[in-house]
């Protein structure tokens, strides 16, 4: 037996010893790249530019010389010569970005830059000679690989000198520190010759026009080939803003085969060749362009500015090296006729969700002219989805969040991991004794607020996960979060609007002048919520209490343009465009609109984002007089909170949830545990989980929807079941008398099942530990009956045979459903049974224990089973 053990150990071992043995070619490089430092705000030192990996392999760092972009859209470009002489090729790829700071890097070759600066705006130009693209990355885009034994070729006689690193910085809202950005690319070049060399294909449209408001306009491009055959392995799309969708094909004997198919709004890295595309000589390669001039008033020509338009079809191909070619271009259209039989598919726009139309070109000065239309009919189809459904919001009773201690509860918002963010007041209170007449606070001897004023909690079960705030407020109001994870608050005492990151002590923006009112660009009178577009970046401020208008600033918080005046009390009814307190704002990018609750106005405003033109007004005799906030969720549900009643009026104060696109209501809720005093806040998730923080009952109650489901609760014999009935059967059950099966066998086939799908773990690994329990069951066996032949004698079989149910009956659980070793070793003379018993629970709530009748206070008789031959 211990052989076999043995034996099997080592032939593990050796598997083990195997299997680690086996690397990739390139594993010295990715020990490399799994050890290179990930820098954002330092570089490495010039003398680590260039790391030997061998023999013949280096790699070569290519980053950015710690700079601060000063202005959103901002490309930057730098030079690194190749530090040897003779030929190398460029075999792999690391990339050093952060998506906060930067959109997208290039990376090219070529054999002069267009400055000798440090670094320069590429505005100059990239290269004063030809230049080629080896390395694109985006945000949101999978990297450029290389296929195995492929290299760009560089240095030597044919070569590229130099490598030239374009970045594009969006928005440079994360430079407000100052930070240096070394963003770049680590390259692993080897002097190994490689069999094939990667190449460059660019097709482009130099000579369409997009005529204003035409729907569409197609560029087409076809070249001959007329060169040794080439492989092509990634591709990449490129217009401006007009562009819809851009499709490349080999056309062979009048059958177009795809190369690629992408929408140029999506993130323009490359991206990988589907299917194996090759390209003979006479092939020809054609690809088209769908633009659309809606929205401009005049006529689009192709250029490098950002109102002007691009056509380009990028695609990378090795070829044998002896054959080589790096660079290739098509300008023309040698076959306009044959795009009569163009596919479909290349007329199709592709859609492209709101989230990632940022992820493009970063021009926010194009978001004007931006077609969105498909947009809007997306989230037309999200809502009419969401809104088929029946539904109604209660109060979770069992979320203990509602018995928090907690000051004045003015904000809420979730972040991007779906956590609760509370913002409340701490032990200061807004009163009468608050503010003069002309809204200066007067309360500032009591000093800034000591406790955290900010709260992440579980949205389950409401426990806290982080706080921050101490000592930076006075009288909080409104909060929001934007896409990547920061705090925007605003403090009416302050008349200030702060930018947090949610591990920083100090804000990143403050925008106003503290504890000054005022009514120009530079102040705010008791701001109430900001919002953030997530597209664009820009900051929408309500402003306030003792003003009425909305502000736009830019993302690095200039200001832009505002909009609104107050409410005139003489006419009677409040005209759009109006405020009187505009109190909350909700941002609704899918349908590119900001929605206003007009708190004393008891209604909801909604804006067009880019302009600020009113676009509809919500108002329904149920807000009652005052309507505090607003918040908006994904496919088209509006959710809000009103005030009390006035006295003499009925409509009680509530939440509602509203049809987005036509204000309709669709149900209402109120609380059970406690009421709604003067509900302040109001925020929902996409599963339409609603939160309202009330700022004088200084609660925050958790409602989630009851949507198409059915709830009942049924407690008996110790079980309490759960069942929801949706478009599919869910049955939760929670057994609280009834322990779990501790069935040993069927451990053994749920251990078998989860170890089949785990597809990294060795085949060898897997039969020796299913062998070894087996081979120890054996041997216990063999024991067994060994011993029992001893004791007994030559009666020992007659007996082993007639008590055979009862010994395995206490080797297996209940059921006989597997082996107990509690049992089976406490019935051995000398055996201690402290310590263990606890331990083995298996069998011991049916079984009475022969040895000691204390064991179990319940009995559970059963006749003992017949007498078996053996």
């Not at 885009?141 to 000198?161: D, I, Q, Y």
Request: aromatic fraction near 8%; proline fraction near 6%; charge should be negative.
């Amino acid at each position: 037996m211990a052989g076999l053990i043995n034996n099997l150990l080592i032939l593990f071992l050796v598997f083990q010893n195997i299997c680690l043995g086996f690397r990739s070619p390139l594993s010295v490089f990715k020990r490399y790249k799994d050890t290179t430092r990930s820098l954002s705000s330092e570089c490495l030192g010039s003398d680590q530019t260039v790391i030997s990996l061998g023999l013949s392999d280096f790699a070569l760092d290519i980053r950015m010389p710690g700079v601060t972009p000063k202005q959103s859209d901002t490309y930057l470009c730098m030079s690194v010569p190749l530090p040897v002489d003779d030929e190398a090729y460029v075999v792999d790829f690391k990339p050093h970005a952060s998506m906060d700071t930067v959109h997208h890097m290039l990376l090219f070759g070529c054999n002069e830059p267009s400055s000798t600066e440090n670094y320069w705006d590429c505005d100059e130009g990239t290269c004063k000679d030809k230049s080629n693209i080896l390395y694109a990355w985006a945000r949101n885009a999978p990297p450029t690989r290389l296929p195995k034994g492929v290299g760009f070729r560089v240095g030597g006689e044919t070569g590229g000198r130099f490598f030239v690193l374009q970045v594009h910085y969006g928005d440079i809202s994360a430079f407000r520190d100052k930070h240096k950005d070394c963003s770049g690319v680590t390259l692993h070049l080897t002097h190994q010759k490689q069999p094939l060399i990667a190449g460059m294909y660019l097709m482009m449209s130099v000579n369409t026009v997009i005529p204003p408001g035409e729907k569409v306009v197609d560029a087409d491009i076809a070249c001959h080939y007329k060169r040794f055959p080439m492989h092509l392995f990634a591709y990449r799309v490129h217009t401006h803003r007009l562009g819809k969708v851009v499709s490349g094909y080999r056309v062979r004997n009048g059958q177009w085969t795809l190369i690629g198919r992408q929408s140029p709004q999506l993130p323009q890295a490359f991206y990988p060749v589907e299917r194996p595309v090759d390209i003979s000589y006479d092939d020809i390669l054609a690809a088209r362009c769908v633009f659309s001039g809606e929205g401009r008033t005049t006529e689009t020509h192709i250029g490098g500015t950002a109102n002007d338009e691009m056509c380009n079809f990028y695609i990378m191909y090795y070829m044998e090296a002896k054959h080589a070619v790096s660079y290739m271009t098509c300008t023309q259209n040698a076959n306009p006729e044959m795009f009569r039989n163009i596919p479909q598919e290349a007329n199709i726009p592709i859609p492209v969700k709101s989230d990632m139309l940022k992820m493009t070109h970063g021009h926010h000065e194009e978001t004007k002219d931006t077609d969105k239309s498909s947009l809007l009919q997306q989230a037309k189809k999200e809502e009419e989805e969401i809104l088929g459904q029946d539904f109604h919001i209660e109060e979770a009773v069992e979320w203990p969040g509602l018995d928090l201690k907690l000051g004045q509860v003015s904000g809420l918002a979730l972040d991007p991991e779906h956590n609760l963010v509370i913002f409340h007041r701490g032990d200061h209170v807004w009163d009468e004794n608050s503010f003069d007449s002309k809204f200066v606070y007067q309360q500032r001897g009591l000093g800034p607020i000591e406790q955290n004023t900010i709260l992440v909690l579980n949205p389950s079960n409401a426990k806290l996960l982080h706080s921050m705030g101490k000592s930076l407020f006075y009288l909080p109001h409104g909060l929001s979060i934007d896409k990547n994870g920061n705090y925007w608050v605003t403090d009416v005492a302050l008349h200030q609007v702060f930018k947090l990151g949610a591990d920083d002590k100090e804000p990143l923006l403050i925008l106003g002048v503290a504890l000054q009112p005022g009514s120009d660009r530079n102040h705010f009178c008791q701001p109430t919520d900001v919002a953030v577009d997530p597209i664009t970046g820009s900051i929408y401020v309500s402003d306030g209490y003792c003003n009425s208008r909305i502000i736009q600033f830019s993302p690095n918080g200039l200001y832009v343009m505002q909009w609104g005046e107050g409410t005139e009390t003489s006419s009677g009814r409040a005209r759009p465009g109006q405020f009187h307190i505009p109190h909350s704002l909700a941002l609704i990018p899918d349908f590119n609109q900001l929605c206003v609750a007009d708190r004393e106005n008891g209604r909801i405003q909604c804006f067009r984002l880019e302009t600020g033109e009113f676009l509809r007004e919500i108002k329904h005799k149920s807000f009652g007089r005052e309507l505090f906030a607003v918040s908006y969720v994904p496919g088209g549900l509006l959710f809000a909170v009103n005030g009390m009643p006035y006295p003499g009026e009925t409509e009680p104060v509530q939440g509602f949830v509203m049809n987005f696109s036509t204000g309709e209501i669709i149900s209402t809720f109120i609380p059970l545990r406690k009421s709604f005093e003067m509900p302040h806040d109001v925020v929902a998730s996409e599963d339409k989980t609603v939160y309202v923080g009330d700022v004088l009952a200084r609660a925050v109650w958790k409602f989630v929807s009851t949507e198409k489901m059915e709830h009942r609760s049924v407690k008996k014999a110790g079980i309490e079941v759960q069942e929801i009935k949706e478009s599919e059967a869910i049955v939760e059950a929670r057994l609280k008398s009834k322990p779990e099966s501790t069935d040993p066998v069927k451990k053994q086939e749920k251990q078998h099942s989860v170890q089949q799908a785990s597809t990294g773990v060795p085949f060898v690994l897997i039969t020796t530990l299913l062998i070894i329990p087996v081979v120890v069951l054996l041997a216990i066996l063999v024991f067994i009956r060994w011993r029992k032949t001893t004791v007994y004698g030559a009666d020992g079989e007659h007996k082993l045979d007639s008590s055979s149910g009862r010994i395995l009956g206490r080797l297996r659980g209940k059921g006989g459903g597997g082996l107990n070793l509690g049992n089976f070793f406490a019935s051995h003379k000398g055996y201690s049974r402290k310590g263990f018993d606890r331990l083995s629970t298996e069998g011991s709530d049916q079984e009475k224990d022969e040895d000691d009748g204390t064991d179990s206070e319940e009995e559970c008789s059963a006749p003992p089973p017949a007498p078996s031959s053996s």
